[in-house]
């Protein structure tokens, strides 16, 4: 009995390594591969800005608070921010794990049963938005020129991501600052759709270059060098 158990566990460790270094190395190739390369060379009128912006782990998507396409503030409310300041020009979304967004403000209050939960794909997730005034470009920060349709269609991807499009479900009593909320979301959270997958998602239903697929940020960025 015991050399099956032997057995068994070093067959069990041999399979988790195996997975963990085929899903590394997957990560790292794919995220390379570029999809709408020729983005920049398409000859079309790009007028309006966006941002992907990173906190060197978690990527959001960065647009305008309003322009003749959409007013964001119809559906995220200054009033539902501690600070209220209407004066914003910006506004990023950012979709995630709602175990890791609302239970873990720091790293070190991660839960293995919040870590399990969002690795595997068995919980909710949410929405995360913040307001900005002004944003400073950077290796965390990249500005893109987009043009209206393409907007249009970032706009219908954003928004469908809520748990309800039309009237996005605030998360009352949450934030980590003075200028963000929480909004209720679809999707679940997994090791093969992070948050960056997301934002990288994002970027190309808005026919701008992205990965082929990526779970983490520089996945992302790598293709705004």
């Given at each position: 009995?015991?050399?099956?158990?032997?057995?068994?566990?070093?067959?069990?460790?041999?399979?988790?390594?195996?997975?963990?270094?085929?899903y590394?190395?997957s990560?790292?190739?794919i995220?390379?591969?570029?999809?709408?390369?020729?983005?920049d060379?398409?000859?079309?009128?790009k007028?309006?800005?966006?941002?992907?912006?990173?906190n060197g782990?978690?990527?959001?998507?960065?647009?305008?608070?309003?322009?003749e396409?959409k007013?964001?503030?119809?559906?995220?409310?200054?009033?539902?921010?501690?600070?209220?300041?209407?004066?914003?020009?910006?506004?990023?979304f950012?979709?995630g794990?709602?175990?890791?967004?609302?239970?873990?403000?720091e790293?070190?209050d991660?839960?293995?049963?919040?870590?399990?939960r969002?690795a595997f794909?068995?919980?909710?997730?949410?929405?995360?938005?913040t307001?900005?005034?002004?944003?400073?470009?950077?290796e965390?920060?990249?500005?893109?020129?987009?043009?209206?349709?393409?907007?249009?269609?970032?706009?219908?991807y954003?928004?469908?991501s809520?748990?309800?499009?039309v009237?996005p479900q605030?998360?009352e009593?949450?934030?980590?600052?003075?200028?963000?909320?929480?909004?209720?979301?679809?999707?679940?959270?997994s090791?093969?759709?992070?948050?960056?997958?997301?934002?990288?998602?994002?970027l190309?239903?808005?026919?701008?270059k992205?990965?082929l697929?990526?779970?983490?940020?520089k996945?992302?960025?790598?293709h705004?060098?």
């Amino acid at each position: 009995m015991l050399k099956k158990s032997l057995k068994f566990l070093g067959w069990t460790l041999f399979g988790i390594v195996t997975f963990l270094v085929l899903y590394v190395l997957s990560v790292y190739l794919i995220s390379k591969v570029t999809v709408n390369s020729n983005a920049d060379f398409i000859k079309e009128q790009k007028t309006v800005p966006i941002y992907i912006l990173t906190n060197g782990v978690h990527t959001d998507i960065v647009v305008p608070v309003k322009n003749e396409i959409k007013d964001w503030r119809n559906e995220i409310q200054f009033s539902q921010t501690q600070s209220k300041d209407s004066l914003m020009n910006y506004i990023a979304f950012g979709w995630g794990d709602k175990g890791f967004y609302l239970d873990t403000p720091e790293w070190s209050d991660l839960k293995v049963s919040t870590a399990c939960r969002a690795a595997f794909g068995i919980s909710t997730s949410a929405m995360h938005t913040t307001f900005f005034k002004h944003l400073k470009e950077g290796e965390d920060c990249k500005r893109i020129l987009i043009s209206k349709e393409n907007y249009q269609k970032l706009v219908t991807y954003i928004s469908n991501s809520f748990s309800d499009p039309v009237h996005p479900q605030w998360i009352e009593g949450h934030s980590y600052g003075k200028k963000d909320a929480f909004y209720e979301a679809v999707g679940s959270y997994s090791l093969f759709y992070t948050c960056n997958t997301w934002a990288n998602n994002a970027l190309k239903a808005a026919n701008q270059k992205a990965s082929l697929w990526t779970v983490y940020d520089k996945g992302i960025f790598c293709h705004y060098q």
